[in-house]
């Protein structure tokens, strides 16, 4: 069975281990040789790209995409969406989801792969309808972990309500580079044999376990591998594209990609990269350490980032992960339950008390308002965090009003594209901001000092 192979080099790649600073300019050149690749599909936009162009690049995200789509004619292309979170770090209306998922395939995306940091599969249902309802293809995602309370039927389970769901393909989404040649083998196993759909499995270098993983899922019956190119792979990226189908060469599982046209890609990538001294040797390396706190390699850059001058506290802060996931019933380490997760166990660590400081996030979390918890939350412990402050026990978007028609009226005089919307709903203070940098550019007067009719100057 031929093995296919998505490239993750132009997202998740460059923003494992580049903190997602590629510019636009610098894609677009390399894109028609990868074109020519003959990839299943390339991942090039959603995860932490749309929030980097916003923040940290002065891009527009839609017209990342749009240019994106130009110079790949003959590849579909492919993001990653967060559920009911969308990009962003919140749980948005409905209509938010829908509206999103709408112009995300009308800018050209194909394959839109949803996933909830939970595995709260009723937090992928309003993006998988909108996927379904705008002609896209809707991957649906079991995330992977290891707790006291995950296993193969645990995930099996979860992978039965996306499929009810009406998805045209699963995912195995591994953030951690957690799972082990032999789980991989078996739960690609189970799920070919329970549902038939075509699999997918994404993981990380982070523990070095990957490409064997990877391996063993092969054999199982996967349909696709993730990997990226290798200037942009290992450490906590994915495997190496040119490593696996050098593997697979001359098996029943050859790609059929031409190892010496991925060489030549690679090439211009690794002068490119040249440039960007936002690459850390550092990411690249194997750290095991994640096999012991199961934890992505990225929360690591960001617990030193937090810590300031007492990154001596790190190890603390590493045995205090754990701690701070089995009090809130050990969700997946992943955007945003990672962040809300590693937040507190720093608060924790530097406040020299547990929970002396709470983030509003974990307060959120054991409201209820990022969805159903993997396992119990102690009932002591919630009331000392959130008091008598009601737990939301249905989906937490069924209690949301429609948001579009009050940030419409928001960013009206701002607009110059139906994309706004969605950019200043999800990110409102970043793209507020880039609207008024990209009115002064084209105009050459500042957006608060002009005299605007309908976001023009008159």
């Given amino acids: 069975m031929k093995v296919r192979v998505m490239d993750t080099t132009l997202r998740d790649g460059q923003q494992c281990l580049m903190a997602t600073r590629l510019k636009t300019a610098d894609m677009l050149p390399i894109c028609e040789d990868m074109n020519k690749i003959g990839f299943h599909t390339m991942e090039v936009w959603g995860g932490a790209t749309f929030d980097s162009c916003l923040r940290f690049l002065n891009e527009d995200p839609w017209e990342r995409l749009r240019a994106l789509r130009r110079v790949l004619p003959d590849t579909r292309l492919q993001m990653l969406l967060r559920g009911q979170n969308v990009l962003g770090y919140r749980h948005y209306a409905d209509d938010v989801v829908r509206e ?12 839109i792969r949803i996933f909830d940091a939970l595995n709260d599969t009723r937090n992928m249902a309003a993006a998988i309808r909108a996927v379904k309802e705008f002609g896209g293809h809707a991957q649906g995602t079991v995330v992977y972990t290891i707790s006291p309370l995950h296993s193969i039927e645990h995930f099996v389970e979860t992978a039965r309500e996306i499929v009810a769901m009406g998805v045209d393909s699963l995912c195995i989404k591994d953030m951690a580079g957690l799972i082990s040649p032999k789980d991989a083998y078996e739960l690609v196993k189970r799920l070919k044999q329970e549902f038939g759909l075509p699999l997918d499995i994404h993981s990380h270098y982070s523990s070095g376990m990957a490409a064997m993983a990877y391996l063993k899922a092969v054999e199982a019956g996967v349909d696709v591998i993730d990997t990226a190119m290798s200037p942009l792979a290992l450490g906590s990226s994915q495997p190496c594209t040119e490593t696996m189908v050098a593997a697979l060469q001359g098996t029943p599982y050859d790609t059929g990609l031409d190892l010496e046209a991925l060489s030549k890609v690679s090439e211009r990538l690794k002068k490119l ?10 990411a690249y390396n194997v750290d095991t350490n994640v096999i012991s706190y199961q934890i992505p390699g990225g929360m690591i850059s960001n617990f030193i980032s937090q810590l300031g001058d007492q990154v001596h506290k790190l190890p603390e802060v590493l045995a205090e992960v754990p ?35 709470v983030s509003n996030e974990v307060k959120n979390y054991l409201a209820g308002q990022y969805g159903r918890v993997p396992g119990q939350i102690d009932e002591a412990f919630r009331q000392r965090i959130i008091g008598d402050t009601p737990v939301v026990t249905v989906r937490f978007a069924d209690t949301l009003s429609p948001e579009l028609p009050g940030v419409r009226k928001e960013v ?23 609207f008024k940098d990209r009115f002064a550019a084209k105009y050459g007067v500042d957006f608060d000092l002009a005299d605007k009719k309908g976001g023009y100057p008159v």
């Fill in 100 to 111: 999103f998922v709408r112009l995300a395939l009308k800018n050209g995306i194909d394959v």
């Fill in 273 to 282: 990269l040249a440039n960007y001294p936002e690459i850390k040797g550092s």
């Fill in 323 to 357: 701690r701070v996931r089995a009090d809130l019933g050990f969700p997946p380490l992943v955007t945003p339950s990672s962040q809300i997760v590693g937040t507190q166990a720093v608060l924790n660590v530097v406040a020299g008390q547990r929970y002396k400081m």
């Fill in 412 to 434: 009206a005089s701002l607009m110059e594209q139906e994309e706004d919307v969605l950019s200043y709903a999800l990110f409102p203070q970043v793209a507020q901001k880039f």
